[in-house]
């Protein structure tokens, strides 16, 4: 019998992960790194799982607060803040969608256009928890733009350019999912085919701009996709 999800077990420890959390900028205010895939963003449940990007780096500067999350299996670019104040700046620039944020992902079958955007309402799916649905009624607006980066007609996959204008849980996840190219690796809504094809959700937070929360001025940063 297969395992359920990581996030669907009701206490579940998750695997040690040994790959370093790398810093690409770090200044008084804010501190931005790559995070590796299958590391918490924050500490889960139980101090078996305190190992997280949030614990690591509050190692060392214990003032590190928390502006935005990636999914345990999501890998790339974090920002957090250093200090309530910046918290406060950031957490607003996220708020009001003043930060742009771009993903790469590898899906399923061939994305027949070139681009486009996706705009089905999501809403949690209480009964599934912690999955997400798409619910015309009561489901909240959202919005993702894809590019295609390239297809790979002998594989049968596409490597997208993804932009959430939106924030919901699970967006990029649940949106590809509903065009019928669910991204490889995908436990929570990958066909069980899509979720052999890899050994890790392959999608990855490559780009990350912000206003730097105590100068104003613009920061961008880029990490190129590990798959």
Known sequence: MSQAPLEERPYYIVPRCDEPVRTLYRDAHCWVVE????????????????DSVTWRLQQDEPEVRVVHRLDLDTSGLMVFAIGIEAQRRLNRAFAEREVS????????????DDAGDITFPIIADWANRPRQKICFERGKPSLTRYRVLARHP????????????????????????????????????????????????????????????ATGLWHQFRSAAPF
């Open 35 to 50: 995070k590796p895939a299958l590391l918490l963003s924050v500490p889960g449940r139980g101090p078996e799982n305190r």
């Open 101 to 112: 944020k771009t993903y790469e992902a590898v899906v399923d079958g061939l994305v027949a």
């Open 154 to 213: 002998n594989d049968d996959k596409t490597r997208l350019r993804l932009t959430p204008v939106t924030g919901r849980s699970h967006q990029l996840r649940i949106h590809l999912r509903e065009i019928g190219h669910a991204i490889l690796g995908c436990d929570l809504y990958a066909p069980p085919a899509a979720l052999a094809r890899s050994e890790r959700l392959l999608l990855h937070a490559t780009e990350l701009g912000f206003n730097h929360p």
